[in-house]
């Protein structure tokens, strides 16, 4: 089984909201990340979480908190979100330890910030 | 500071086509290759990863080469079908930091029926 799975496939909150994005893979790998994408553009990369310990924040703004409870499933945790904010939300696994590190996406949210 | 370019931006062919898609990049000193596949609104899927220490692979009509003196992968679709448009995309990832990829910005891929 090669699948991340990701809920919800589509969210729509305002700036004052808080909601959840989840992350779910079975794989037994022990490295995930979240990744942001703008339409045309390439993603970019947030966190990755290595044994469910943050391992890497590429500098991302404090409306936006990740957490690890456990080796499955990975939460990104919004509030004050600003519209700019808009965009794909792509969850994404490896194998930490592993000769090759290849990555395996989610589906992806699709959030709308109003 | 490493960067990946795809050329070309957007192709169209004909089905039945051979074609292939360029990737570079400026630091020879990655540790894999991966290719991504993306559907418009989708997420990823990863189509061929290639390692530093390999020359190419292949998963069906789909061949990945690498070259990595040069800076240069290519991917290569054999007998195009209508099913394969959509953006492909090059990420490198460099020794001593493997779980960061660096990206090109993709090739748009429509195949005409």
């Known amino acids: 089984d090669t699948e991340v799975t990701q809920t919800p496939k589509h969210l729509v909150m305002g700036m004052t909201n808080k909601k959840s994005l989840k992350c779910e893979q079975h794989m037994g790998h022990r490295a995930m990340y979240w990744y942001k994408q703008k339409a045309k553009k390439p993603p970019e990369l947030m966190f990755v979480y290595s044994y469910e310990k943050l391992s890497i924040n590429e500098s991302v703004p404090s409306r936006f908190s990740p957490e690890c409870p456990n080796s499955s499933l990975l939460n990104l945790h919004l509030h004050a979100l600003q519209p700019e904010d808009s965009a794909l939300y792509l969850c994404?696994?490896?194998?930490?330890?592993?000769?090759?590190?290849?990555?395996?996406f989610g589906p992806g949210t699709r959030l709308t910030v109003t | 500071k490493q960067e990946v370019t795809q050329i070309p931006a957007a192709l169209s062919v004909p089905e039945g086509e051979n074609l292939v898609l360029n990737c570079s990049f400026t630091d020879s000193a990655i540790y894999n290759l991966q290719w991504f596949r993306q559907d418009p609104g989708k997420g990823l899927t990863s189509l061929l990863l290639i390692q530093s220490s390999q020359r190419e692979q292949t998963s069906g009509r789909l061949n990945a080469s690498l070259d990595k003196s040069s800076g240069r992968s290519t991917l290569y679709i054999a007998a195009s079908q209508p099913g394969d448009s959509a953006t492909y995309l090059c990420a490198v990832s460099e020794a001593g930091n493997n779980r960061k990829l660096i990206w090109g910005l993709g090739t748009s891929l429509a195949v005409n029926p």
């Open positions: 994404a696994s490896s194998q930490e330890g592993a000769v090759t590190y290849e990555q395996y």
